[in-house]
Structures are given as structure tokens and as C-alpha cells.
């Protein structure tokens, strides 16, 4: 069996995830509308991606902490509050188990992909930096957080990106969206 670190679907994963991060890191040229058809496209490929990942134990090994300070965090979601700012906050149903019913609780699109970028981030650095030793706990987080939290908060964003692209009139050219 191959090893899951170096797997095809893991380095195809790495990939996904540092495109991702790289657009959010360097999105201050981005109009709305080439942003939002973006990441209408990147991040269904992330969750299909996520998906393929090899199955890992932790083997307890040491994994950096994380690489994403808060000045990171707050400059992703900062710029894109900048872009998004009009459209940042939405409003999602969660269903709550202990009560068997519905509530109503506002989000952040902003917070939300500044969220995932987090995770991605410090998974994505571990690789980056060559951190062998502890790749297979990385991916064992990654994919321990996403079955826990990012993964429904990339759904909810998706779900509210989608509803924005196709409810809002965007000013920029239906090129500029299909070129990203």
C-alpha cells in the first residue's frame, strides 16, 4: 500500500488547499464577482477532494502549532469583509439534536472561508516545510477537523456563495468570473 502522506489523492489535496489558500492570501485585486465564481469552483473541489483522502491513524506525533497567526486570520477575513462586506452576513438553520428543532443563527461569509483557510493553512505548511515525521498526524487533523467543523462550514458558505452569485447583480463581466 502506498504511503498515505505521499498518496495521489493527498498531493492532489495539497495542491486544492494551497490554491485556496493563495487566493485568499493575495485577493486584494479581486473584484466580488471573480472572487465569489472563484470559490464557487474551488471550494466543491475541496470538499470532493477531502473526500479521497486515504484514511490515517495519529501516530502522536508532534504537529507544529498552528501556522496561522492571528494577524493571518484577521487580515484573510479583513479583506474579505472588504469584498464581501454587503453580502458577509447570512442567515443559516442549524438543527439542534438535544432539542429535536430547528434555530435560526446568523454567519460570516468572511469568518466562515476565513475558517477553512485556517485549517488548510497549517495543513498545507506542514507540507510545505517538508515536516515528514509529522505529515500523517496533519492529515489525521485535517480530516478529524473537517468531519467536525470546517467541512459543514464549507457547506454553508458554499450554500450562501451560491444564493449570492446567482441572486446579486454582479458589475463585473461574466468573463471576469469565468476566468478564475
Known amino acids: ?25 493575495k485577493n486584494e485585486q479581486q473584484t466580488e464577482g471573480a472572487l465569489v465564481g472563484t470559490l464557487l469552483k474551488l471550494l466543491p473541489l475541496i470538499y470532493m477532494k477531502q473526500q479521497l483522502l486515504p484514511e490515517v491513524d495519529s501516530e502522536g506525533a508532534f504537529v507544529p502549532d498552528g501556522q496561522v497567526t492571528e494577524d493571518d486570520y484577521n487580515f484573510v477575513r479583513d479583506n474579505l469583509f472588504r469584498l464581501l462586506h454587503k453580502h458577509d452576513e447570512y442567515e443559516v438553520l442549524v438543527w439542534d439534536e438535544d432539542m429535536q428543532t430547528e434555530e435560526s443563527q446568523w454567519r460570516s461569509l468572511s469568518e466562515g472561508l476565513a475558517d477553512i483557510y485556517q485549517a488548510l493553512r497549517n495543513f498545507v505548511a506542514v507540507y510545505q516545510r517538508r515536516l515528514e515525521p509529522c505529515m500523517p498526524d496533519a492529515l489525521w487533523q485535517l480530516k478529524e477537523n473537517f468531519e467536525l467543523y470546517w467541512g459543514q462550514t464549507l457547506l454553508d458558505t458554499l450554500r450562501q456563495l451560491h444564493r449570492l452569485r446567482y441572486s446579486m447583480d454582479f458589475k463585473a463581466d461574466e468573463e471576469d468570473i469565468q476566468q478564475d
Open 1 to 25: 500500500m502506498d504511503n498515505p502522506i505521499y498518496a495521489h489523492d493527498t498531493l492532489e489535496f495539497v495542491q486544492v488547499a494551497a490554491q485556496y489558500c493563495a487566493l485568499l492570501e
